[in-house]
């Protein structure tokens, strides 16, 4: 009986770690009839589309997806490729199309510029305005000592409270 268990355990090890081997490799959505012939132009086609973002999936490339927009966008590629266009070309035609979203590298910019550096400028702003209030906080003259008139009168009122 204990014989059987430990068979059964080594064996759901060995599953797991099949399992969590396959999940680690990559998953290459490109299906064997997109495949060129020409291995020169599908070394290129997989370049450029590793560069391109999947507009369904957001944070995989058309290469990796299996989305019906990333099946379309290789095959645009390896048409433009089997046109004659040029790695360039290619990649300027599909951003014409679909804009620099489509690129999961997009250029230095403006824009880009604007949305990086959008959240430590304002990360820059908010420890200046905290700055500014903490040493308003600072700048506040301690309160002057009670003279005898204010002392006895806080005595009286005190006294008037415990009374009641």
């Known amino acids: 009986m204990e014989g059987g268990r430990a068979w059964l355990r080594r064996f759901r090890s060995a599953i797991v770690a099949v399992m969590l081997a396959a999940s680690f490799t990559p998953a290459l959505a490109v299906n064997p009839d997109e495949i ?22 957001q944070n995989q490339s058309i290469d990796d997806s299996n989305a019906e927009l990333a099946k379309d966008l290789r095959l645009l590629v390896r048409d433009r490729l089997r046109a004659g266009d040029s790695d360039r070309q290619v990649m300027d035609y599909i ?3 679909y804009g620099e979203f489509v690129l999961l590298k997009p250029p230095l910019g403006v824009n880009t510029v604007l949305l990086w550096g959008m959240p430590a400028a304002l990360l820059v702003v908010g420890g200046i305005i905290l700055f500014i209030q903490v040493s308003r906080r600072r700048r506040v003259p301690p309160a002057a000592p009670l003279s005898a008139e204010e002392e006895r009168q806080l005595g009286e009122i005190l006294a008037q409270r415990d009374d009641r």
Request: hydrophobic content about 50%.
């Open 36 to 57: 060129l012939a020409d291995p020169v132009l599908e070394a290129r086609a997989r370049a450029i589309s590793a560069g391109l973002r999947c507009m369904v999936c």
């Open 95 to 97: 951003v014409s199309r």
